[in-house]
T-cell receptor, first 110, second 112 residues
Framework: RKEVEQDPGPFNVPEGATVAFNCTYSNSASQSFFWYRQDCRKEPKLLMS???SGNEDGRFTAQLNRASQYISLLIRDSKLSDSATYLC???????????FGAGTQVVVTP | DAGITQSPRYKITETGRQVTLMCHQTWSHSYMFWYRQDLGHGLRLIYY???????DKGEVPDGYVVSRSKTENFPLTLESATRSQTSVYFC???????????FGPGTRLTVL
């Protein structure tokens, strides 16, 4: 079993709609969580950190469920520019142990 | 504000040749990382470094060598390139353990 698992998608989303997807992790000692965005195999870019109480950044909402060991990302009012692959990242504060999911592809259509 | 840069951006080489990929960051981040990304595998950690002269193996270190004599540089060397090392290589840095990583633009390496 992979340490971090994501539904690869693609999630095809009409412009203006809401899309949500999860990422599950296997290491219960994981302490920090992030969502990254990656376009066409360019470098991943930090979208947002994920905090225990959940957090929002504009149209993006991230949640953490420690009991079930998953994090989620919700995108509201999807824009064409949101089309990308979203990578889930977890870390247990061990400096070599960032675990990346393989990514969830989101395609926003007009 | 250069941030983190990688060179070359594209490289084609032949099997058996030695290749060095360069990574340079201007933030004085302690932690630096090398990943490779292949279709179907996501990002896989090759080597990482917590400070100058401190390096350690990641998930897929075989065939690679790293060094870190200066905080800002973290070169990755393929000692004898193989076709299986054809990939996109990303360097990243982080200011502290557990903090977010910042990625360079990547090097697309093709081994013929």
């Amino acid at each position: 079993r992979k340490e971090v698992e994501q539904d690869p998608g693609p999630f095809n989303v009409p412009e203006g709609a809401t899309v949500a997807f999860n990422c599950t992790y296997s290491n219960s000692a994981s302490q920090s969580f992030f969502w990254y965005r990656q376009d066409c195999r360019k470098e991943p870019k930090l979208l947002m950190s994920v905090y225990s109480s959940g957090n929002e950044d504009g149209r993006f909402t991230a949640q953490l469920n420690r009991a079930s060991q998953y994090i989620s990302l919700l995108i509201r009012d999807s824009k064409l520019s949101d089309s990308a692959t979203y990578l889930c990242v977890v870390n247990n504060y061990s400096w070599g142990k960032f675990q990346f999911g393989a990514g969830t592809q989101v395609v926003v259509t007009p | 504000d250069a941030g983190i840069t990688q060179s070359p951006r594209y490289k084609i080489t032949e099997t058996g040749r030695q290749v060095t990929l360069m990574c340079h960051q201007t933030w004085s981040h302690s932690y630096m990382f090398w990943y490779r990304q292949d279709l179907g595998h996501g990002l896989r950690l090759i080597y990482y470094s917590a400070a100058a002269d401190i390096t350690d193996k990641g998930e897929v270190p075989d065939g690679y060598v790293v060094s870190r004599s200066k905080t800002e540089n973290f070169p990755l060397t393929l000692e004898s390139a193989t076709r299986s090392q054809t990939s996109v290589y990303f360097c990243a840095s982080s200011g502290d353990v557990g903090n977010e990583q910042f990625f360079g633009p990547g090097t697309r390496l093709t081994v013929l």
